[in-house]
């Protein structure tokens, strides 16, 4: 009896844990409201959109991403139409994804390795709550399906070589390796290690020959369509894929040549520092461990056993191809900081290298074992970050980090980026002495019964609060990111009223942020990609292109839109970018609606666009204020000109916009004129447009001293910032101002 309410009170945390993972990941991706990274998001996004019947969305020159995550979120894009319903339909596939990552661990700790349920639970939970978990669900990127995947591989993998399973349940390790392949190129060595394994268990008779042989038709098949899959995907979306994997000659030239050894063997030294020194030391624990066959204790020779060697030997094959693959990579693509020590590619592996090493550490038995590894993980630590200081500075790669490629230690850049890899490797060498410290104690016979027994589960509960906070600095980063980049954007808005069905851009502005910008946020417009650096044109009547592009002016193309975005000064466009029309007949229409913006901009509105009619909210005839002080007017403001847009602040107009603005002269004999104060358009107005909004009227002279008190007659217009011109609201803007003397 007590055994059946234990079995109904694991199973019960067990189905509440992956829930309240389900709800965290939920609760972390609130905080993002749109894709930021490029050009992965691109890639996964845009193809997904592509799958789903939506429109064409094309890549610019830019690396070639699989197939497999953008399959997976593909009825999403194809179940809801607009950007934001998109969005966060894909959040909520990437939570259950991620959410499936910690009943899988644990299924891979007690089928596996023989971890019982009580230790399976809690080291399940810690390895569910890394950072490069914590950090994922954010964004649209292939991690989403690649975390859930590896463990859910490694018991296929043991599924397989049960001869007393059904044939139907042994026949799935094939695809999921499949699934692995399609999710992302670092998994391409999975395809020949995975054919291997099964050839080696059909020779060696450790899994019956039908099994092993339905696992490699499936693979092979699998693997063939997805191939086929990608290259179709390449020749819809892409006009050049950008080959940063290099080539045949080019590892022929590193593994060859002095310097190209070199750069091999600190790549690899940085991204295991990575692996160590962010898990706290747990991922070369596990990995010791596994390596070893010490993670669980079986009899020698017995089938299980035999079983779980394959099982281990695979993983361990495949993590070692996938560390290779990417040394590989970034040892000739180093363009930031976190490149020297990119860790995101090798993470698919950090929950299952936590899992068992945190199952191992919270198993009682023993007394030196445990602290001997643990001594030796705090040595390797602390070389790989004595090579790494001594050999890397960040500021050679600008000091920039993105945070989603080395989650675990993003938190240590903060204000003095040039310094992280100091601040993290002491973090983490201090973090592998608190986790000896806590296993020593709760082995200790000397110490207080209750020092030995809340050891453990407080070394559970500090890491799991770790890896949480450190995953959410990449949470807070993004965030605070895609709120710069889309806060108050109204670029996307403007392209839509403007009734464009087909939009190129130049991919060589503003480092190819509105290449994913766009293309996003207007799903029912064609994207086309062109590069105005290499001397290409657009094919199209509308073009998104710097405000500055000189070949736009030549051609005789007009400004339809502002997109002068909070960042661009930082991506070398200053001036921002715009939408720019170019001669023939959509022009000419834009031009008769009043859509264009006078050549040359920023520069004065025509005299026909000024001219507009205001109407007060609440039409108090006086409204009192003290010296200094505001008084809030709500209004409706419509554009009663033509021959021109009026540009708002949100476009990042900051010359030239158009405001709404409130003219203050005395009507008392000692008074003085006011400052003109007011309000910004809400968005951009084109000829006829209402918009709604509230001005603020500040009791302030021209020189923004208070104004003494007295009556003031204040009318509400329309201005142009840097220009003189003052367009009349109309009566029914008027108000008095009363500035009464402060009690």
């Not at 296929?156 to 049960?162: E, F, L, R, Y």
Request: with cysteine; glycine share 8%.
């Amino acid at each position: 009896m007590q055994r059946g309410r234990l079995i109904t009170a694991e199973r019960a945390i067990l189905v509440g844990g992956t829930f309240a993972c389900f709800v965290l990941h939920l609760w972390l991706s609130s905080h993002v409201d749109a894709p930021a990274v490029v050009f992965d998001e691109n890639g996964y996004l845009g193809t997904a959109r592509l799958i789903a019947g939506g429109s064409a969305w094309d890549m610019p020159f830019a690396p070639a991403y699989a197939i497999g995550y953008s399959v997976v979120i593909a009825p999403a894009m194809a179940v809801f139409h607009t950007a934001d319903a998109q969005w966060q339909a894909v959040l909520v596939v990437n939570a259950i994804l991620l959410a499936a990552v910690f009943p899988l661990l644990v299924a891979v700790l007690e089928r596996v390795f023989d971890v019982p349920r009580r230790r399976a639970l809690p080291a399940a939970t810690v390895a569910a709550l890394v950072p490069a978990v914590v950090a994922t669900g954010i964004s649209g990127i292939a991690e989403n399906l690649v975390l859930p995947f590896v463990p859910a591989s490694l018991l296929a993998a043991w599924a397989m070589t049960d001869p007393n399973r059904r044939l139907r349940v042994r026949v799935w390790f094939g695809p999921a390796v499949v699934v692995l392949y399609a999710a992302h190129p670092r998994f391409t060595l999975a395809v020949p290690m995975g054919l291997g394994m099964l050839a080696w268990v059909a020779w060696s008779r450790r899994s019956d020959r039908v099994a092993a042989g339905a696992n490699a038709a499936l693979l092979v098949l699998g693997t063939a369509v997805v191939h086929l899959a990608t290259r179709s995907v390449q020749d819809a979306r892409w006009a050049r894929v950008e080959r940063l994997e290099g080539s045949a000659a080019t590892w022929w030239d590193l593994v060859t040549s002095v310097d190209g050894l070199r750069e091999l063997a600190l790549t690899a030294v940085g991204q295991a520092w990575y692996l160590v020194i962010g898990s706290i030391g747990l991922v070369a624990v596990g990995i010791a461990l596994l390596a070893r066959g010490e993670a669980t204790a079986p009899a020698d020779g017995d089938d299980p056993a035999r079983r779980r060697r394959i099982v281990v030997a695979f993983v361990l094959s495949l993590a070692a191809g996938v560390f290779a693959t990417s040394v590989l990579f970034f040892a000739q693509n180093q363009f930031r900081a976190d490149h020297y020590v990119y860790g995101r590619h090798n993470d698919s592996f950090t929950p299952i290298w936590v899992a068992v090493a945190v199952a191992y550490l919270l198993d009682r038995v023993g007394s030196r074992r445990p602290i001997a590894v643990l001594t030796a993980t705090a040595a390797l630590g602390a070389a790989l970050s004595a090579v790494l200081v001594a050999t890397r500075n960040p500021a050679d790669q600008f000091s920039v980090f993105s945070p989603f490629a080395v989650a675990a230690v993003i938190r240590f850049v903060g204000d003095d980026p040039d310094g992280m890899f100091i601040r993290a490797s002491a973090f983490g060498l201090a973090g592998i002495g608190a986790v000896t410290v806590a296993v020593w104690a709760s082995r200790r016979p000397s110490l207080p019964r209750w020092v030995r027994d809340g050891a453990l589960p407080v070394l559970s509960v500090g890491l799991a609060g770790w890896f949480v906070f450190a995953g959410f600095g990449v949470v807070r980063g993004t965030a605070d990111f895609a709120t710069l980049v889309y806060g108050d954007w109204t670029a996307a808005p403007t392209v839509t009223r403007l009734d464009v069905d087909e939009l190129c851009i130049d991919a060589s502005a503003v480092r190819g942020r509105a290449t994913l910008s766009y293309p996003w946020n207007l799903p029912d417009v064609d994207v086309r990609s062109y590069d105005a650096a290499a001397g290409e044109a657009p094919a199209c009547d509308f073009a998104v292109a710097r405000l500055d592009d000189d070949a736009r002016i030549a051609a005789g193309d007009r400004v339809a839109g502002l997109d002068q975005g909070g960042l661009y000064g930082l991506w070398d466009a200053a001036a921002g970018l715009a939408l720019w029309v170019r001669e023939g007949p959509e022009q000419d229409r834009l031009d008769a609606r009043g859509a264009l913006l006078p050549e040359g901009f920023p520069a004065p509105l025509p005299a026909s666009a000024r001219a507009t009619t205001i109407v007060i909210d609440r039409p108090d005839k006086e409204r009192s204020v003290a010296p200094g002080d505001r008084v809030s007017v709500p209004l409706t403001v419509t554009h009663r000109g033509a021959g021109s847009p009026w540009p708002d602040f949100s476009s990042f107009a900051l010359a030239g916009r158009t405001r709404v603005a409130a003219q203050i002269t005395p009507i008392d004999p000692d008074g003085v004129d006011g400052a003109r104060s007011g309000g910004e358009l809400p968005r951009w107005m084109l000829p006829g447009d209402e918009a709604s909004l509230t001005a603020e009227v500040l009791a302030v002279d021209q020189l923004l001293a208070p104004l003494p008190p007295g009556r003031y007659r204040v009318q509400l217009g329309v201005v142009q910032e840097g220009e003189e011109w003052f367009a009349s609201g109309g009566p029914n803007a008027r108000f008095t101002l009363v500035v009464t003397p402060r009690r």
